[in-house]
């Protein structure tokens, strides 16, 4: 199979054949250096081409993590997280505590506020959708007031299991809920300005709000089975991909969209979450 052609980035998608007397290599001897602005998630699969996302992408960008259960959403997510809490500040809306078990997250509180740089855990009680949005709303009016006065800091929200907090209008358990998600859908569609992006993590495409996902530029597409979930895929990144994701392996991944190192979609073979131990986290 022809990926592309070799660039000082790495491989560049190709679909013409080469010209004759141009050298031909095969990809698993191909190695790169990531383009300035860029930090390592893995490697192009069959290659040793590093394969890299830019935190400066994801600043006023969406990002959705697609997979099943136990193909390395989280360890991923995770990874992201470092990556921008550097030098903004994230929250990560959890209801099933693996951020702070896992993860070793502190707790986020109003106390701490949203001014700090580093990242944080918010575990908040309740109907879900109801407190996602009434924290959605409190961080879009911190940004909405320093966008008034001038330039508003960097901030992420991550709804990990985001079906939970933006379910479909047919999935919706408690009265007034669809009320909820649309309120946040409206707060994602405007976030960008104001210097706040959103990463969702889920299993499920059937589950979550099409609104809020189909705000997401970049993808993080992970082993996935279920047929909702390859139709949403299907229609994001080709027949190709849909049948690709359905047959990879852990810590696999399809990743596409403006905040990566290719400029088409690519399968990857993700790096461990490593913990400033320098211990790979735990599977």
Same mark, same amino acid.
């Given at each position: 199979v022809m990926l592309g052609t070799v660039e000082p980035g790495g491989i560049v998608y190709d679909s013409a054949l080469p010209a004759p007397y141009i050298a031909v290599f095969a990809a698993g001897g191909?190695?790169?250096?990531?383009?300035?602005g860029y930090d390592r998630i893995g490697a192009i699969a069959g290659t040793n081409v590093p394969f890299g996302i830019s935190v400066e992408q994801l600043r006023g960008h969406h990002l959705a993590i697609l997979g099943m259960s136990g193909m390395g959403k989280s360890t991923i997510a995770r990874k992201i997280i470092d990556l921008l809490s550097a030098a903004s500040v994230v929250v990560a809306l959890d209801g099933t505590g693996e951020y702070r078990s896992r993860f070793a997250m502190p707790t986020w509180n109003d106390s701490i506020g949203l001014t700090t740089t580093g990242a944080w855990v918010h575990e908040p009680g309740g109907v879900q959708a109801q407190k996602a949005a009434e924290f959605i709303d409190q961080v879009m009016t911190v940004a909405n007031g320093e966008y008034a006065a001038g330039t508003p800091l960097n901030r992420t929200v991550l709804l990990e299991e985001a079906h939970s907090y933006l379910p479909e209008w047919n999935f919706v358990a408690a009265r007034g809920e669809s009320d909820y998600v649309a309120r946040s859908c409206r707060y994602i569609l405007q976030a960008r300005k104001f210097g706040l992006s959103f990463v969702?993590? %889920?299993?499920?495409?059937?589950?979550? %709000?099409?609104?809020a996902l189909s705000q997401c530029e %970049?993808?993080?597409?992970?082993?996935?089975?279920?047929?909702?979930?390859l139709q949403y895929i299907e229609g994001v990144l080709g027949r190709e991909f849909r049948d690709t994701v359905a047959?990879? %392996?852990?810590?696999q991944a399809v990743c596409v969209g403006p905040a990566f190192s290719t400029a088409t979609p690519v399968v990857v073979n993700l790096d461990p979450h490593r913990g400033s131990s320098g211990v790979a986290g735990a599977p």
């Open positions: 191909v190695t790169a250096v990531l383009p300035a969702l993590v %889920s299993q499920r495409t059937a589950v979550i %709000s099409k609104s %970049s993808y993080i597409v992970l082993r996935t089975l279920d047929e909702t979930s047959s990879l %392996s852990r810590y």
